[in-house]
Every structure is written in C-alpha cells, then in structure tokens.
C-alpha cells in the first residue's frame, strides 16, 4: 500500500487485531487504524460471569470491549497495554 505511488494509493484500509503486522501497518499508515479487543478486561468480566452462573445467578451477554487505535493514539497507554504481540 504504497501511498506515493502504489497501485491502491488511495484505499483506505482498515483492520481488526493487535498483533506485530498489524501495529506496523496503522504504525506507518498502511493502515488508517484497526479495532482491538481488551483482552484484560474480557478476560476479568468473563471470569466473574462464569462465577454468577457457579453461584446460580441470572447472567446477560457480556459486551466485548475493543478500542479504536491509529498512528496519533497507540502510544497513549490505555490504549498501548492491550496491544500486544
């Protein structure tokens, strides 16, 4: 995805994950940005929803918490912690 001179310089892409590849696209603007799961946050609110049940509590579905990053916020360290490799 050349921006210069590429063949689809002017697609804007857009991803889902938090991997190495992917940083590095958003990082050097490959990629406009990406979504990524918390996977902390998911992991803690799971936990405590797999306890309810344990305990016989009703439980809802549990919403997926996932942040929006690009090259200007991935640094910040909310949004840094959950972008593992």
């Known amino acids: 995805l050349d921006r210069e001179n ?3 310089k002017d697609l804007i ?3 889902f994950d938090a991997g190495k590849t992917m ?3 958003v990082a050097s603007q490959y990629f406009y940005g990406a979504v990524a799961q918390d996977p902390f946050t998911m992991g ?3 936990l405590k929803l797999c306890i309810d049940v ?3 509590k009703t439980v809802e579905d549990m919403d997926v918490p996932a942040v929006w990053y690009d090259h200007t916020n991935m ?3 909310d949004i840094a912690k959950i972008l593992y490799d």
Do not use: L, M, S, T
Request: hydrophobic content about 20%; overall charge negative.
């Open 6 to 8: 590429g063949r689809y």
């Open 13 to 15: 892409a857009i991803g």
């Open 23 to 25: 940083k590095g696209a």
């Open 44 to 46: 803690y609110d799971g």
């Open 54 to 56: 344990v305990d016989g």
């Open 75 to 77: 640094e910040e360290p």
